[in-house]
């Protein structure tokens, strides 16, 4: 960077240049000139009260901030210097407002519609749910709370690939070896090698297809408990299968599982809140959408 541009009178001469264009586009009476891209409500100048009021209830407010932070309570000077930073941040603030240096910020528009959303999920959260409701609710939703299916169980795995010609006459074989063993059935040398464990105790059935597949895992309730059965396919191959124990899924009743309910009860609410709330708001504009140019198709489509 050229040393010129180091020197604190360019500095100066830059935002003194920056500031005498800002109120060249001033008006007389302190508000933006007039833009003949905005509406005539957009052009109204704002009323900016130029009293400044430091309430008891802002003072105790301030200190109360100041004795979350720091865990005491303000001395005299302290808070009078929060005080000051108050009125300096309400004046700053305000003349912000008078120069309109809110208008068409992307972040200071995200911002208050956060603010406004925040509000009304507020408004919502004081809502409180009656049993009949949240019973509804459940009843209406139940998948997230409906526990899946466990299984105890034992499986042999044989590798269809390596035994394409002779994979019925094998499964056949072993199944009968393993039905005349019963529960009590040697496995760990039987069958082929998987990296996956031979002997399951309660898993549930979202976990077995995670760790078998799909099709192995919806093929698992029909199995007959309590003897050898197969062969049961998985996207590894086959599998002899030894179930000794199922423990059906189910719908918790509401007592069991209230907590969640009335959270995920509550978020709907919001949402639903948020929404009317929106439409009420969106009734009160006239809004007007112009034609464009139509977006250009995407070539990988």
């Not at 009178?9 to 000139?33: P, Q, R, S, T, Y």
């Not at 957009?42 to 009260?49: D, F």
């Not at 956060?114 to 919502?124: G, H, N």
């Amino acid at each position: 960077m050229p040393r010129i541009f180091k020197e604190p009178l360019i500095h100066f001469l830059i935002l003194g240049g920056a500031l005498f264009a800002l109120f060249n586009l001033l008006g007389d009476d302190g508000e933006l000139a007039p833009d003949d891209s905005r509406s005539q409500e957009e052009m109204a100048p704002r009323r900016i009260s130029r009293e400044i009021v430091v309430s008891s209830g802002r003072i105790e407010s301030l200190r109360a901030r100041f004795k979350k932070t720091w865990r005491r309570d303000p001395t005299a000077q302290e808070q009078e210097g929060l005080i000051n930073e108050f009125i300096r941040e309400e004046v700053m603030y305000r003349q912000a407002l008078k120069l309109e240096l809110d208008r068409d910020d992307p972040m200071v528009r995200r911002r208050m519609r956060q603010k406004l959303e925040f509000f009304t999920e507020d408004i919502a959260s004081l809502a409180k749910p009656s049993d009949e409701e949240l019973a509804a609710y459940l009843e209406a939703h139940p998948d997230p709370y409906r526990q899946d299916s466990k299984f105890t169980f034992k499986q042999v795995y044989l590798n269809t690939q390596n035994r394409a010609e002779t994979i019925e006459a094998d499964v056949s074989s072993l199944l009968a070896d393993l039905r005349a063993a019963g529960a009590s059935a040697d496995i760990r040398e039987t069958g082929d090698r998987l990296m996956l464990e031979q002997e399951f105790q309660a898993i549930s059935q979202y976990e077995i297809g995670r760790l078998f597949g799909q099709e192995f895992a919806k093929g698992l309730p029909a199995v007959e408990t309590g003897s050898w059965q197969g062969p049961v396919r998985s996207g590894f191959g086959v599998h002899l299968v030894f179930i000794s124990e199922q423990i059906d899924g189910r719908l918790p009743p509401l007592d069991e599982i209230r907590e969640a309910v009335e959270r995920d009860w509550s978020s709907a609410k919001r949402e639903e809140s948020n929404e009317a709330i929106y439409d009420n708001f969106r009734a009160e504009y006239e809004v007007t959408i112009e034609e464009a140019s139509a977006p250009k198709e995407d070539p990988e489509k």
